[in-house]
């Protein structure tokens, strides 16, 4: 007897565990994959992780994530059910183009957040457009990562390549440090601003913000339009003035096989008590820019929430 009443307290314990995605159980357990430690969607992420878990039946653990990219072939693997990656990447994995040889479906969109800045960061002031990168060393970020395609559509816009620079492959982290110790000249960094990893870097040296000019913005916009004119304010890193750049979305995103339940309880947690998020991006937060993504459907649990809130988002 005491046997069989192990044997059905451990499944019950399993089946608790495995409620989060394809268990059909309110209140599972969700791993979301964010990025670098240094970057915005880590520490956001924990923020958002720890808010869900407090004010809802469902749990979310924020990790380490790969970027854009890795965050979404770790779901799709199933070692992940909540990623955060760029709105143009997302794209790229739902149609099977750029960075992804095939698509990848297996995932939905829950809410758009903010807007994530191309941030070109130099501690050089001679550096103050695009084309003044040309045979400087550049992090272009971690190769295959999401920043690394918006370095190549940055660089593109002003008819530049790779081979017109002497590239890096670096981590937000990691190019920080490259940049304090005179190893690389600039480092694109995309992310919303301010990002740790620069706020840490402005903390002991001026750092500067090379800016996009109207007309190569125009030709990045045509040729990629996932990309919006945005500005970076002058109190981010103590700038001079206001940086003007280009932004993708920074969005989350869910496996489908997800619980309708947990990913409602996900949008709950975040957008019913947002003045309680002890970070920044807080203030970008909003019900319409959340439902605004048309590149790939929604969550079931997602448009159940916003629908509720008398928005209507695509779903599959």
């Not at 965050?71 to 990623?83: H, K, R, V, Y």
């Not at 990447?89 to 099977?96: D, T």
């Not at 440090?177 to 990002?195: C, H, N, S």
Request: hydrophobic letters at 40%.
């Amino acid at each position: 007897m005491k046997k069989i009443v192990s044997l059905l307290l451990a499944v019950m314990m399993m089946a608790t565990v495995l409620a989060g995605c394809g268990g059909g159980s309110k209140g599972g357990t969700l791993t979301f994959t964010t990025g670098g430690e240094s970057g915005t969607y880590y520490a956001f992420g924990s923020v958002l992780a720890g808010q869900i878990s407090d004010q809802t039946g469902t749990t979310v653990n924020a990790i380490v994530g790969a970027g854009s990219k890795g965050n979404i072939e770790n779901m799709d693997a199933g070692d992940a059910q909540l990623g955060f990656v760029q709105s143009d990447v997302m794209a790229y994995a739902y149609e099977g183009t750029s960075l992804f040889e095939q698509k990848i479906e297996s995932f939905s969109t829950v809410a758009a957040l903010y807007m994530e800045q191309v941030q070109i960061i130099t501690l050089d002031p001679a550096i103050k457009t695009v084309a003044d990168l040309a045979g400087k060393n550049v992090s272009v970020g971690e190769n295959g990562s999401g920043v690394y395609f918006n370095a190549i559509d940055v660089l593109t816009a002003y008819d530049l390549t790779l081979d017109d620079i002497n590239p890096t492959y670096q981590s937000f982290g990691d190019s920080a440090d490259a940049l304090q110790d005179g190893k690389i000249d600039a480092a694109f960094i995309v992310a919303g601003a301010p990002t740790t990893a620069v706020t840490s870097l402005a903390a002991t040296r001026d750092v500067y913000v090379v800016e996009l000019d109207d007309a190569h913005i125009e030709k990045l916009i045509a040729a990629s339009p996932y990309y919006s004119k945005n500005v970076i304010s002058k109190d981010a890193y103590g700038l001079d003035a206001d940086a003007t750049t280009v932004a993708v979305g920074a969005v989350i995103i869910a496996r489908d096989d997800c619980t309708e339940d947990d990913i409602y309880n996900v949008c709950a947690g975040i957008f019913e008590s947002i003045d309680t998020l002890s970070h920044d991006k807080k203030n970008e937060l909003n019900l319409e820019f959340a439902a605004s993504v048309t590149a790939v459907p929604y969550h079931p649990g997602a448009a159940k929430y916003f629908a509720e809130k008398g928005l209507t988002v695509p779903t599959k």
